[in-house]
């Protein structure tokens, strides 16, 4: 069974036969519910791109941890360049580190290097979706329609990503089982309610609101 966190913003970590940080914002996170410098255990660390708020503390948890960082194609290449381990992709490809297997999918957002990206992470027999940061797109039915997730981190802050609304619509097109949103409430610029989102989900996907700290079980 996985224990997944919502660690606040849109950082996550996943418990199960190996331990993997996604988009690891913790320092400087207000609503962070984990100090970056307490993690003492990862094999993989995933980055969807290279924002502040989402590559975050992901350089030195792999320092500290011996953890692989799987990113975008530039993002890698500049953590091999601080002497991590590191697994370069880019949209459209696979990876496996540790024995996890990462997809790397389309996100519609911007980044400084390289494309923003969504990733969809195979561990343990499930299949568990991080949006990343991005607007409402068809390419999102592909990712409903290729990889079926069990789970999905959708962002509903608005502004720079999806609102409750069209975030709502994004879940239409992915057919999850299970979504969690995330990227709001952080900042005063983002401070969607979740419960819109919720009632706008309707019965299409089980809707785990959750705090940051709190675990789901998958």
């Known amino acids: ?3 997944v966190t919502y660690l606040g913003h849109s950082a996550v970590r996943i418990k199960g036969s190996k331990i993997v940080f996604i988009d690891p914002f913790l320092t400087g996170n207000p609503k962070a519910a984990l100090a970056a410098d307490k993690i003492t255990a990862a094999d993989v660390v995933v980055v969807t791109h290279d924002h502040g708020d989402h590559l975050g503390d992901a350089f ?3 320092k500290r941890t011996g953890a692989v960082v799987v990113a975008m194609h530039e993002i890698a290449i500049d953590a091999e360049s601080h002497g991590l381990t590191a697994q370069p992709m880019n949209i459209g490809g696979t990876v496996e580190a540790r024995g996890i297997r990462v997809h790397m999918v ?5 980044a400084g290097r390289g494309n923003p990206a969504g990733v969809v992470i195979e561990i343990d027999g499930k299949k568990i979706y991080h949006a990343g940061d991005t607007g409402l797109t068809y390419d999102l039915k592909l990712v409903g329609e290729y990889f079926h997730p069990d789970l999905s981190f959708i962002p509903i802050g608005d502004r720079y990503t999806m609102g409750p609304a069209s975030a709502a619509k994004a879940v239409e097109f992915i057919k999850t089982k299970k979504v969690v949103p995330i990227h709001y409430g952080t900042f005063p610029l983002i401070a969607a ?3 819109e989102f919720k009632k706008n989900v309707g019965a299409a996907a089980e809707v785990l609101i959750l705090k940051p700290g709190e675990t789901i079980h998958l």
């Open 60 to 62: 030195p948890i792999a």
């Open 106 to 110: 389309p996100a519609l957002h911007s």
């Open 193 to 195: 309610d979740p419960e």
């Open 1 to 3: 069974m996985l224990e």
